[in-house]
């Protein structure tokens, strides 16, 4: 299994990123998906989740209106649209394989990509 993601960068505050999750070793379509972040000092946060067909979405508050999580089982790929970014976005963001969702557990975890909002 192999998570890659990319599309970090640096932003000014309300600005817009894309980020991307290239998948392989699985079979993709078959699993859920999240994206998770850590900011620097602070523990791991939850921002988003897409169910296998990707008619299903979950989103923390603190994104819900500015960030939309979709996929393409096509291509293998999680992406994770950003907009209207805040200071407080700021950290690294991984995505990961969800084992169970509820429950927030999840197997696999890419390298993360660096998401800096900053004027």
């Known amino acids: 299994v192999q998570l890659v993601e990319s599309g970090g960068g640096m932003v000014q505050p309300g600005g817009s990123l894309r980020l991307s999750c290239a998948a392989s070793?699985?079979?993709?379509?078959?699993?859920?998906m999240t994206w998770v972040r850590q900011a620097p000092g602070k523990g791991p946060e939850w921002v988003s989740a897409?169910?296998?067909?990707?008619?299903?979405?979950y989103y923390a508050d603190s994104v819900k209106g500015r960030f939309t999580i979709s996929r393409d089982n096509a291509k293998n790929t999680l992406y994770l649209q950003m907009n209207s970014l805040k200071p407080e976005d700021t950290a690294l963001y991984y995505c990961?394989?969800?084992?169970?969702?509820?429950?927030?557990?999840?197997?696999?975890w890419g390298q993360g990509t660096q998401v800096t909002v900053s004027s």
């Open positions: 990961a394989r969800v084992s169970k969702l509820v429950e927030k557990e999840y197997d696999y």
């Open positions: 070793g699985f079979t993709f379509s078959m699993y859920d």
């Open positions: 897409i169910n296998t067909g990707g008619g299903s979405t």
